[in-house]
């Protein structure tokens, strides 16, 4: 049972709150990203304390054998998950993931199915999903080159604790104003498509993907959100879970994590302290933990909100 340290990502639409509000220790002025659960070799996490300190989550697994990650993980070549908190200052850019057959191909790494859960926003915040209508391939490529996609973008109104569910193939973006714990196959696959014009420092608009989001992109309405109920989020990669703890009459929880597989905690609000087998963590707002396979007994005590992920 550890708490990762996470990879620090600065973006130029990037903001402060995950400084401000979620205890992250980043010395520049802006912050976009933290990478909490990550193998990937552009941003992998680390343990922060205890024996393993120092070592990457990938590291510890070699050191340990995969079966820290429980028998649903054997089914994966890679480590299958990456867990983020985004901090939207300014919108994000319009863009789309391939599915893993093309992204296997072409870029050598999985595509990338995720979710968005809306940890917190301004009021009007909005994303980009989908479509308003259908779309021909040619009036998709027309409107990427002549600035004008956001006419046929489908725009939705988000508060805090909505979730959305984004497949491979679905044109979105974060806007501005939101704060997001995004949970993913383990990807780093995107194609860009619209940046409302801005350039990086160095003065030079940053480059778009054109062609081959021609080839993913899903260019029809989203006709419903899926229900995955009783989890906020499932699929083959991931299934998520929500636990809220009010610190009076619900302020305990216990668990058994067994060899099926490995537990991640986001907590996205409060503080408390995590329990297992004779071992204690304190966490707050902002930690990420990671509970090997086969811990066993487990108990969450405080006043808090956490995202749980698992391996179906």
Request: charged share 25%; net charge negative; proline share 2%.
């Amino acid at each position: 049972m550890f708490r990762m340290h996470p990879s620090y990502k600065e973006y130029l639409w990037g903001g402060t709150r995950l400084k401000q509000n979620f205890h992250k220790a980043y010395a520049g002025d802006t912050l976009a990203e933290t990478w909490e659960l990550s193998c990937h070799e552009d941003g992998p996490c680390y343990i922060a304390e205890g024996k393993y300190a120092g070592l990457t989550l990938n590291e510890y697994i070699r050191a340990e054998g995969r079966k820290v990650l429980g028998k649903q993980a054997e089914r994966f070549e890679q480590f299958p998950i990456l867990i983020k908190l985004i901090d939207a200052a300014d919108d994000l850019s319009i863009q789309v993931h391939p599915g893993n057959e093309y992204a296997l191909k072409n870029e050598h790494q999985y595509g990338k199915m995720e979710m968005w859960y809306i940890v917190d926003c301004e009021e009007g915040a909005s994303v980009y999903y989908g479509f308003s209508r259908e779309v021909s391939r040619e009036e998709f490529e027309e409107r990427i080159r002549n600035k004008t996609l956001l006419e046929v973008l489908n725009k939705v109104y988000v508060k805090k604790g909505d979730v959305l569910f984004i497949e491979p193939g679905t044109i979105h973006a974060i806007g501005k104003g939101n704060v997001i714990a995004e949970i993913q196959q383990n990807s780093n696959v995107t194609y860009r498509v619209y940046d409302y014009g801005r350039r990086d420092k160095n003065g030079k608009e940053r480059d778009l993907h054109i062609d081959k989001a021609l080839q993913v992109t899903q260019r029809i309405p989203i006709k419903n959100q899926k229900s995955f109920e009783p989890h906020i989020a499932s699929c083959e990669y991931f299934t998520v879970d929500k636990l809220v703890l009010d610190g009076t009459i619900m302020k305990c929880m216990s668990g058994n994590v067994d060899s099926a597989t490995f537990v991640s905690l986001l907590v996205i609000d409060g503080e408390g302290w995590i329990h297992a087998e004779g071992e204690s963590i304190a966490f707050q707002k902002g930690d990420s933990l990671f509970v090997s396979a086969d811990t066993g007994n487990y108990n969450i005590e405080g006043a808090c909100e956490i995202l749980i992920t698992t391996l179906r």
